[in-house]
């Protein structure tokens, strides 16, 4: 009479265990990586409208501030985008010689202008609706650089977002900024220079005393709590 | 030192004081509080009904099966997959930046805040100050530099936001063609008509054409009147109200010899009598009054002065809730009141008084029951005793004009004007008579005399009296109608004209007091072309100026000066350096008021068949605001009841006439609620001079007997979602009955029941904190004078209200009096102790929340549930979801009816409560998601995107302070019901709430504009509650920040809240900064925490309500500690054992209500606070007092 159940059969449940444990790991794993902000949201580069901005000539080789287009960052939680006026502050037709005008580059700014409309910029950096207002102004009083968010823009012909922007990301400096402020903080006039920001933060030393002073002249450590953000 | 802090069972109290005479169970100060008959008869299925946090049918889905449900859903099912594919990729999120015209104050993600001012309906006016994100309006606060205002806000400015963003507006013009009926046109098409059509009245000076407006004081509309007039002279011009009472004019008028307002500091007044009048409400100075009286009535040391209120009234009326002493009067014999007290005062004071004496003598009044001369001679050695000029007295605005005089004559008397009264001119339009203006229109359109007829902001084919027949006569002339909604009037006018909401559009006002003010726009018409009345008046007068903007700064040349620099001062602070009119002190004419008193007759108290019927005008004044979902959710004064106005009648008159509530019975009142599960009233027909209208009847407790109030302002036939449409309509439109005269008050009113029944939806039983006690507390200024007094300090205790150990007075009078000091077994993690923080822990660090809400000056208005609605983007749920108590306010103001007999309570108090934020908060320990969280500045936070509506938290709040999102109130085309798609199949389910969210219309682009860009706006199945305005906090920190200050200044910002109470009832700060006001009003001994005893450490402590007593009428409560629940011990002797037997106003019909049996006298019934019957249902509670009682072993 034959078995019912060959002997490989015993093989099965060793088998579905291991499986088991390779699948949930797989899971994990995969949660871990794929399914985080770092990874999905990281390199988010729309297309931008007309020839788009190219902030590496601008604010790269011709060493524009960021707050010359960026007005008012320092005063509101938005970090205003340029109106169409500010761009042909520089690019009105009769501005630049003509060996110099990017002409087709700009002619989407130019007729934009001409019909008192605006640019469709695409937004890179959008927190959820459930962030309320980050506050730019208040980052950069404090210190942080654009650079700690925004990455090195200077180097982008192209933005796109560099950081994660999730709230484990936000918190590792809320709460690292006690311990290592050095890491996050740079003096206030230099918030802007991102070229000289890359460099200090791969050079500077744990325990900066001049670190350690932009810290302590905080008022108070930045927030952690729920309210902060959520409301 | 003991346990038990009571004072009657300390060594200090010596038995001597307890063996005091029997109880006094009188005007709350021993007496039961309640909300509703329900919670009055306190029946065992109504505590099953209450202990459940949401009423039983809330969390259910009514209406259609399970199975009707799932055949909906599938449709939606089947569609979700195609649906949810695009959904994987980033939206592409556009950002438009300025392009050439770039506004210069605009910083994006900041609000500029500008001053305009708001018209009130019948004139007068607030300055108010707009908060606008990017040009768009969002939020209306009172302006700090108006005088009318000084900061404060009322109901209708606060919800004026919903009419700029109404869904319903006119979007262009109309017009009724004679074959085709009505077209869409434009406003050229107008303006080429219109200068045809005004070519003959050029021609022929204006013969035929008639002008009706909205009253509004307005001097550059009166300017554009007068140019109109002089190109048309023959024309007529009529200004209406509907919401009118003209008696004050009137009376005014006859004392002094010409029209104006009177104007009261209250705040210098000792003695206040109101003859049915709502100083604290509905009129042009009552944030004024509001703000003075107050002033008056919130003691903080146990010294202070305490001003005192009689009130004789016939409806219950906020002004009437603050009252000391309070007398419920039909509203036609509340003259015989003005009389008997005129008779009563000149009596007094003899020589001085003889003018008034000769004019009252000529009056004469009916003799009857409810005339209590006790009460009037007490008030009239009350008003002598003040002292001249220290008192006011003043008349309804719904009595006669004759009933004003006396009063204006018994305050010259007095010495008060000049000294507390004043008066103010007013302008020609607001000095005449709406009555007559719409019977004069009405005749001569019924004469056939109007061939156009000109409609401005005025709606009278909804609110004339309906024996006007307004609408049928308007067909005999051609009519244009400028409105800003759609309404009765313009959808039957041959011309409907889109006006300009008064956010969009130029104009002045004056306010009560004189101020001018300028109207100056936020934002460009939404729906342009649109224009004002000026404009409109200017284009039709053919004149050469017709911008809005020209034609005021032209006007206010004349009135200013023709000075750029003044103007834009003026633009700037919202009023103007020179004020229209002064208010002054007039010289009454006696003459005259005697021979206005000869006229008043005052017939006989009204009867169950001859019923008075009062007009009043509530939230929605004529009907214009009917369409604002806000007022329409705020629970009405006193029935709280919403979406609705029933004819209101007292308990007593209501059982006479068999119109009681469905289910209502005196022995079991609380059939009503559950019997048919939710409450309805019974429809009755209401009759008065031949003509009936239907409408359903309800019970008001404290209402005169054999009154009907009825309210304007509802039955809107074309109006729009929310307030109602022909087929949907929203209450009861009172037009059908309301006789044509300038009288507000008919008597002759017949009620019989038309069988049927009506549902009503009323908070009253909502949120209730059932079984527990001490909830609302409130003294009389005798005990507050002896026990009020700073006791030592012990210890510092910021954090707990009291800044020792000991006990406040407030606290005293609640369990923390019988308790152990309340000490957790847990540590606080951010106190690091289980009591206090510890130094150096996180709550002892500043700024640490807090708030203080004083019940001696709430008088209930509702500004703070509005203005709260406005900031943090609450939704209205309609009227059948706040039946099932759905309603979202995170603030609300608790009714309590305080005394023994439902018929007539001695007083009415309000309690504002929303999340009052514990340190200890036992919804973070029950959420199992950690969405509501403690912050470290001590507020309880709420994290929208965690939750996942468990409702946990809800549950397990003793305050019932959170609200939960059941449907998609906030994102979807909600008022009450849901508009589904085209694509529903069949045209949708009956029951709204089961279209599948995916197939809801969204809301209208229009109404998102009103959101606060500041506050997340939730979507379905997430809880919400009281943030303390975080986002205001938040954005004070970081202000403060880039100021460089080193912490937030005590005032640096307000609540939204605290920033609108008319009467400064509700302060908040930083609770550690000592010098902060907070802090101050937390250290006060009227402090005490709501629920304390819970150890839940709230941050809002409210203040103990306090009222002066006329110890004539009725003796002050001394010892308010005097009550049983300290063990059998003493609980027989000294406490509380015979509370009823020798009331000395046992037979006083009025006075307090004494007389009630007592279901429970033996314990607490004399006490203050404990409502012995509710204590039974706190049995632990109970117990660990009994237990107590005998180990504190100090009693003698």
């Known amino acids: 009479m034959g078995t019912l159940f060959p002997k490989w059969m015993n093989m099965v449940p060793t088998a579905l265990a291991m499986g088991g444990g390779v699948a949930t790991l797989a899971v994990v794993v995969g949660t871990w990586y794929w399914a985080t902000p770092d990874y999905f949201e990281v390199g988010y580069m729309p297309k931008q409208p007309g020839s788009g901005f190219n902030h590496q000539i601008h604010a790269g080789k011709l060493g524009i501030d960021c707050r010359y287009c960026h007005t008012k960052v320092e005063q509101s939680s938005e970090a205003n985008i340029p109106n169409v006026a500010t761009c042909i502050g520089c690019h009105a037709e009769e501005r630049l010689a003509p060996a110099f005008d990017p002409k087709e580059k700009v002619s989407f700014i130019r007729e934009a ?18 962030v309320r207002n980050f506050p730019h102004a208040a980052h950069i009083k404090a210190g942080v650089s654009c650079y700690s968010c925004h990455g090195q823009i200077t180097a982008m012909p192209e933005v796109f977002q560099a950081e994660g922007l999730g709230m484990g990301w936000c918190l590792d400096c809320h709460r690292g900024v006690e311990k290592s402020p050095e890491k996050f903080l740079v003096p206030p006039d230099k918030v802007t220079n991102l070229f000289w920001v890359e460099q200090h933060l791969s050079t500077v030393k744990k325990g900066d005393s001049e670190a350690q002073r932009l810290f302590d002249q905080l008022r108070d450590n930045p927030p952690q709590h729920c309210g902060a953000c959520h409301y | 030192m003991s346990h038990d802090q009571c004072p009657s069972t300390k060594g200090s109290m010596t038995p001597d004081t307890n063996r005091r005479e029997p109880d006094r169970v009188n005007a709350g100060r021993g007496a039961k509080y309640w909300r509703s008959a329900e919670e009055y008869a306190d029946s065992g299925e109504f505590r099953d009904f209450l202990e459940r946090e949401f009423p039983a049918h809330a969390s259910e889905l009514s209406g259609p099966s399970r199975r009707s449900f799932m055949k909906v859903m599938g449709a939606s099912f089947a569609l979700a997959g195609a649906a949810t594919i695009p959904g994987c990729r980033r939206p592409d999120h556009k950002i438009l930046s300025f392009s050439r015209q770039v506004p210069e104050d605009v910083i994006p993600g900041k609000p500029l805040y500008y001053a305009t001012s708001f018209p009130l309906p019948g004139g007068g006016a607030e300055g108010v100050v707009v908060e606008t994100h990017e040009g768009r309006p969002t939020k209306i ?71 009706l407006a909205d009253k509004r004081s307005s001097p550059t509309r009166d300017a554009v009147r007068d140019r109109f007039l002089k190109k048309f002279p023959k024309a007529r011009w009529f200004v209406y ?72 009234e016939s409806g219950f009326s906020h002004a009437g809730s603050l009252a000391d002493h309070r007398l419920r009067v039909a509203p036609s014999r509340i003259g015989a009141y003005a009389i008997a007290i005129a008779r009563a005062v000149c009596e007094r004071i003899g020589r001085d008084a003889a003018a008034l004496a000769s004019a009252v003598a000529a009056a004469s009044f009916a003799p009857g029951s409810d005339i209590d001369e006790k009460f009037i001679g007490a008030l009239a050695d009350d008003l002598v005793a003040a002292g001249r000029g220290n008192s006011v007295l003043m008349a309804g605005a719904d009595q006669p004009a004759e009933v004003h005089a006396i009063v204006h004559g018994l305050n010259a008397a007095l010495g008060n004007i000049g000294a507390t009264v004043s008066y103010c001119q007013m302008s020609d339009d607001d000095a005449t008579s709406s009555a007559a203006a719409i019977a004069a229109v009405a005749e001569m359109l019924g004469a056939g005399r109007v061939t156009t007829l000109l409609m401005l902001n005025v709606n009278p084919a909804y609110d004339a009296p309906a024996s006007l027949d307004f609408a049928a006569r308007m067909s005999k002339a051609t009519t244009i109608t400028l409105a800003v909604d759609a309404n009765e009037t313009e959808s039957v006018s041959t011309w409907s004209l889109n006006g300009t909401h008064y956010l969009e559009s130029w104009g002045d006002t004056v306010a009560a007091d004189g101020t001018l003010s300028p109207v100056q726009p936020m934002i460009a018409p939404i729906y342009a072309p649109a224009h004002s009345d000026i404009e409109l008046m200017a284009m039709l007068a053919g004149e050469s100026v017709t911008d809005g903007h020209d034609i005021v700064k032209g006007v206010w040349k004349t009135l200013v000066g023709d000075s750029d620099k003044v103007w834009r001062r003026a633009l ?55 369409n604002y979902a806000w007022l329409q959710e705020l629970p009405a004064t006193g029935t709280m009841v919403v979406w609705d106005n029933p004819a209101l009648v007292s308990p007593a008159t209501a ?71 022909e087929a949907d309509p929203v209450g009861f439109n009172d037009a059908a ?45 005798a005990a507050w004078r002896k026990f009020g007094d700073v006791p030592p300090v012990l210890e510092k205790d910021h954090i707990y209200a009291n800044t020792s150990k000991e006990l406040s007075f407030a606290e005293k009078l609640g369990e923390l009096g019988h308790t152990p000091p309340n000490i957790g077994i847990y540590d606080n993690p951010y106190n690091e102790s289980k009591v206090d923080p510890k130094p150096g822990a996180r709550y002892a660090k500043g700024p640490q929340w807090g708030m203080t809400i004083d019940l001696s000056s709430c008088t209930g208005c509702g500004t703070c549930t509005i203005a709260c609605q406005s900031e943090n983007n609450i939704p209205v749920v309609g009227k059948k979801e706040t039946a099932k108590g759905r309603e979202m306010t995170w603030i609300r103001v608790d009714r309590y009816f305080i005394g023994e007999d439902f018929n007539s309570p001695d007083a009415m108090y309000h309690q504002p409560v929303a999340c009052v934020h514990c340190e200890n908060a036992p919804c973070e320990t029950v959420c199992p998601v950690n969405a509501t969280s403690h912050g470290v500045e001590g507020t309880n936070d709420m994290t929208y995107n965690r939750c996942i509506g468990t409702r946990y938290c ?56 009103k959101m606060n860009p500041d506050v997340t706006v939730r979507s379905r199945g997430v809880m919400e509650k009281c943030s303390y305005c975080i986002q205001r906090v938040n954005a004070a920190r970081v202000e403060t920040k880039l100021q460089g200050l080193t912490g937030i200044p005590d005032g640096f910002f307000q609540v939204a809240c605290q920033q609108a109470c008319p009467s400064n009832a509700i302060t908040f700060g930083d609770v550690l900064d000592e010098s902060s006001k907070v802090a101050k009003a937390r250290a006060n001994q009227r402090s005490y925490m709501l629920l304390g005893y819970l150890n839940t450490r709230p941050r809002t402590s409210h203040m103990v309500r306090v009222s002066n007593p006329n110890p004539v009428l009725r003796a002050p409560v001394e010892d308010p500690f ?45 006490h203050s606070f404990f409502d012995s019957r509710k204590r039974r249902a706190d049995e632990g509670y109970a117990l660990s007092l009994r237990v107590l009682g005998h180990g504190a072993g100090v009693h003698a």
């Open chain 2, 141 to 211: 606060e009172g302006n700090p530099l108006h005088p009318i205002n000084r900061g404060k806000s009322s109901v209708w400015s606060q919800a004026s936001v919903l009419g700029l963003y109404d869904p319903d507006r006119l979007k262009q013009p109309a017009y009724q063609n004679p074959a085709r009926g009505r077209l869409d046109a434009s406003w050229d098409d107008f303006a080429a008509w219109s200068k045809e059509h005004f070519a003959t009245y050029g021609a022929n000076g204006g013969e035929g054409l008639v002008v």
């Open chain 2, 655 to 725: 059982r006479a006439l068999d119109l009681e509530p469905v289910g209502f019975s005196e022995s079991d009142p609380s059939r009503m609620y559950t019997k048919p599960k939710y409450p309805h009233a019974r429809v009755a027909t209401l009759t008065i001079g031949g003509r009936a209208m239907q409408v359903p009847v309800w019970i008001l407790p404290g209402m005169a007997d054999n009154t009907v109030v009825v309210h304007q302002g509802y039955g809107r036939r074309v109006c729009g979602h929310v307030g109602g449409s």
């Open chain 2, 1122 to 1166: 005097h009550h049983g629940g300290h063990g059998e011990h003493h609980g027989d002797d000294s406490h509380g054992t015979d509370s009823h037997g020798s009331d000395p106003h046992g037979s006083d019909p009025h006075g307090s209500g004494g007389h009630g049996g007592s279901h429970d006298a033996g314990h607490g019934s004399g």
């Open chain 2, 737 to 781: 009955i309301r006789p044509t005269g300038a009288a507000r008050v008919a008597s002759g009113g017949k009620l019989a029941s038309a069988g049927g029944t009506y549902l009503i939806a009323s908070t009253q039983n909502h949120w209730s904190m059932e079984s527990r006690t001490a909830i609302v507390r409130a003294v009389d200024l």
């Open chain 2, 241 to 312: 109200d509907a919401g009118e009472s003209e008696g004050a004019t009137r009376g005014v008028e006859i004392a002094f010899g010409r029209p104006g307002r009177e104007l009261f500091s209250l705040s210098k007044a000792k003695v206040v009598v109101s003859l049915d009048r709502d100083f604290v409400e509905r009129e042009p100075a009552a944030l004024v009054n509001a703000r003075e009286f107050a002033a008056t009535r919130a003691v903080m040391g146990s010294t202070d002065e305490m001003s005192r209120l009689y009130m004789v």
């Open chain 2, 954 to 1009: 809800a549950n397990n709040c003793p305050y019932k302070v959170r609200r939960f999102n059941f449907f998609d109130y906030g994102v979807t085309k909600f008022n009450g019901s849901y508009y589904g798609k085209d694509l529903m199949p069949g045209g949708g389910p009956k029951n709204v709430n089961l279209i599948p969210p995916r197939l809801r219309e969204k809301l209208d682009e229009i109404s998102r504009m």
């Open chain 2, 572 to 626: 700037h602070d919202g009023v103007s350096p020179k004020p229209v009119f002064a208010a002054g002190a007039w010289t009454p004419n006696m003459g005259a008021i005697a021979e206005a008193a000869r006229r008043l007759s005052i017939g006989p108290a009204p009867s169950k068949d001859s019923l008075d019927v009062a007009f009043a005008t509530g939230r929605m004044h004529d009907g214009r605001f009917a």
């Open chain 1, 113 to 130: 202008y001409a019909n008192d409309a605006s640019v469709e910029w695409r937004r890179v950096h959008k927190l959820p609706d459930y």
